[in-house]
């Protein structure tokens, strides 16, 4: 073999220990699966830039990150917080092997290369490199055909898992309308599932709280037409601020306590699971208030175009959904969007707090409906989303009911 022949080959095997570590620096995170970085390595940053999540430093980032920290201070496991962010978000949470790539890139190319790790990686490669140009020198001539093929494929996916993970980080009324009682389809059935699973994305496993689909059985309440307003809410809570021009949109920014204490004070009460999902489905199992079928003009969700995309910097600070560039909108706008029983918004809007629990050992409180930064997918009447009850966010709100009198 000539010189260049020999020089061609030591640049093919320095080329393929590089691919190798490429590969493993882009898509295998070092921090562990249960760490805040080996979680947020499976989320896209909730900012306009580019960035994984755990190299993105702006402050919704940094709040997002904040985020997964108390779940798993909770007890959460790495797949239920990643469970959680797909209800709240859907597929724009999770982040795509190209959105990765991208964010690397951004990475190096905002911060500069870091010379001491460069370094050793270079001296890496091109050691690694010689050891490849031997092997493929000595070796693989005596290879031939399929077999050689697949000694290409073991060698390369050997040194994608070499390599030492350096850049992760470890770190309006309140009128009422009347439920009659007697049994309703409640929950989605195994079909339900994996057909939106296949058009949506996520994990038939992230619905199985959903499934089986049954009747149940619920006596006559009560339940507020409208969604509790800014303005209604303020008057149980003067110190309560929001937008003069919201006082007409849903309350946010409340906890569960909050949304308890309020309807305590109304003469009411939050709603348990059963008697919501009932109100916004009818007895039929409808998937939505108004049907089967998804229709952005009959709601206001992250489709509607009203609301935005999963911007969490600012959420805590914001009242009233006033985010740009869209928010929550007021209540009663969908006349044809509402249940089989008249009531509005039980789809999209705010996520309502329930009086039901969703994990009690870990202090989790049912939410329903979806939001307007939630996709179409959670804005299923059947859906259920667990989260703290002392959690302040900008699209979690709620109604009220009571028990209706007995004769």
Known sequence: MGLGKKIGLYFLSVGIVTLGM????????????????GISHDLACPCECPMVLEDCHMSCGLEWKDMIGK???AGLTKEEINEYFFKRYGNAAMLTPIQRLHGKWYQLTRKGFPVREGSLMTGMVLVWGGIVYLIIGMILPKKKGPTASLFIFMLTGMLAGTGTGWAENK?????????????????????????????????????????????????????DRFEVTDQQYSAFDPSFLYPADRKDHPVVGVTWQNAAEYCRWAGKRLPVEEEWEKAARG???RVYPWGNSFDAGKTNT?????????????????????LFPGG?????????????????????????????????DKGLR??????????SISSRVALRLGDDGSVVSNDYGFRCAKDAEVP
């Open 171 to 223: 770190i309006q009324a309140s009128d009422m309308v009347l439920i009659p009682a007697g049994e309703f389809l409640m929950g989605s059935s195994d079909s339900e599932i994996r057909d939106m699973v296949q058009q949506h994305g996520g994990k038939e496993s992230w619905f199985a709280d959903e499934r089986p689909q049954r009747k149940v059985q619920v006596n006559a309440f009560y339940i």
């Open 366 to 375: 049912v939410l329903k409906g979806g939001s307007w930064i939630s996709p």
């Open 283 to 285: 007895t039929a199992g």
């Open 328 to 360: 929550t909108v007021e209540t009663g706008k969908f006349a044809a969007g509402v249940s089989p029983y008249g009531i509005y918004d039980m789809a999209g809007n705010v996520w309502e707090w329930t009086d039901s629990w969703y994990k009690k």
């Open 71 to 73: 779940k798993l201070k």
């Open 22 to 37: 490429f590969v493993k620096y882009a898509f295998w995170p070092a921090a562990e699966a249960g760490t805040v970085a």
């Open 302 to 322: 992250a489709e509607s175009g009203r609301g935005g995309k999963a911007r969490v910097g600012s959420f805590e600070l914001e009242t009233s959904g006033a």
